[in-house]
């Protein structure tokens, strides 16, 4: 059986990516809108009502009106945008959260795709709130690094065509606090607020890590940062696409420095824990693209379509 999927946003750079794993999979058949017609209400209301599953690739005001669309109560949606990511009536598209969203994914026609930040700081830090390592009042914070695609097509035209030479820089953003991800880092967590988060974007394009450090004589049990380590990995031990490196993680490192690209053109999510036995600092590796937008996007069609979980992301 063929699937029919079109991807709302097919010219942005999350749609384009889509479109590229897309093109692997073959019991899907994809349908597109004429690109001068893509931003055409009534053409985009026929087609993503032909459609079993659409993606939508679009900001968060396009998002929510394209869902009043839908009358098909047999199309599937897919979001990738900040929209749908803490309401009820959607799932939260992270199948490896626990063990039962992957379920939840499964028997959903809403699934929302997780931000790229808050992917890496969630999968990180909550399984230590789950087994009561973390409290949940714990006053967490994180910083995470971001090639800029992550910013979509205007901020990769700003990086690509500008010889301003501050762009060579790494640049923070977000400085007033209150970047878009922090609802779902705080839903998804288990903490009751949400981290103190500065984001950083870089001069390149894609690569992304989340840095969280943690004090273990704020921790409810004492607990060695070997453990730690250990205790990731097993939570983690069945997932395809979490690999928990080992804690001796420096060997990993190049002449000691860190290596932020190393996922990218995979769905792969590594996950570091460095430190000692007064502070620790655990680093989430991904590519913002791959496990942090389009890649996350078809793990999910993948499982709400009943497919082979890592079709078409190898
Ligand atoms: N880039 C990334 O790493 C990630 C992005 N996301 C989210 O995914 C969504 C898409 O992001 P991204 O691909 O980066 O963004 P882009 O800006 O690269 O692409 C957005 C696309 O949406 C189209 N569009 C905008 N408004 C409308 C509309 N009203 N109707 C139809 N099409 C419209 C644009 O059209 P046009 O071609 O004319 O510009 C463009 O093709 C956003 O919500 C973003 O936050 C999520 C995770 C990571
Ligand atoms: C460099 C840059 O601007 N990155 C974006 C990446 C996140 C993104 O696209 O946001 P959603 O995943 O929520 O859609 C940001 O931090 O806002």
Redesign the pocket.
């Known amino acids: 059986m063929k699937y029919n999927v079109f991807v709302d946003g097919q010219e942005g750079t999350t749609g384009l990516k889509i479109h590229d794993y897309l093109s692997k999979i073959s019991n899907v058949e994809v349908i597109k809108i004429e690109s001068e017609r893509r931003k055409d209400n009534e053409a985009r209301r026929a087609i993503i009502n032909e459609a079993d599953l659409v993606f939508l690739c679009l900001p968060d005001s396009a998002s929510k009106e394209t869902v009043t669309m839908v009358s098909n109560k047999k199309t599937k949606i897919i979001d990738?945008?900040?929209a749908f990511r803490t309401n009820d009536e959607w799932t939260y598209g992270l199948p490896e959260l626990n063990k039962s969203q992957r379920a939840k994914i499964q028997q959903s026609s809403r699934v929302s795709i997780p931000?790229?930040?808050a992917t890496g700081f969630i999968l990180a830090i909550q399984p230590l709130v789950i087994e009561g390592i973390l409290p949940r009042d714990y006053p967490a914070s994180c910083y995470s690094i971001?090639g800029?695609s992550?910013?979509?097509k205007k901020?990769i035209s700003e990086y690509q065509n500008s010889t301003r030479e501050q762009l060579f820089a790494p640049r923070q953003?977000?400085l007033h606090l209150n970047?878009?991800?922090l609802p779902e880092m705080q839903l998804y967590s288990g903490l009751n607020s949400a981290p103190l988060f500065t984001?950083i974007?870089g001069s390149y394009y894609q690569g992304l890590a989340v840095s969280i450090p943690l004090f273990p004589k704020m921790f409810l049990k004492h607990i060695t940062v070997k453990e730690i380590q250990e205790l990731l990995a097993f939570y983690y031990k069945d997932e395809q696409f979490i690999r928990v490196m080992p804690y001796e993680s420096e060997t990993y490192l190049e002449d000691g420095f860190f290596n932020v690209m190393e996922c990218n053109h995979t769905n792969h999510l590594d996950l570091f824990v460095f430190g000692h036995k007064d502070e620790i600092l655990l680093v989430s590796r991904f590519d913002?693209l791959g496990k942090?937008?389009s890649g996350a996007a078809i793990q999910n069609m993948n499982i709400m379509l009943g497919f082979d979980e890592g079709k078409g992301l190898g």
């Open positions: 990738a945008s900040t931000g790229c930040h971001t800029y992550g910013g979509g901020l953003y977000a970047h878009k991800h984001p974007v913002n942090g937008a």
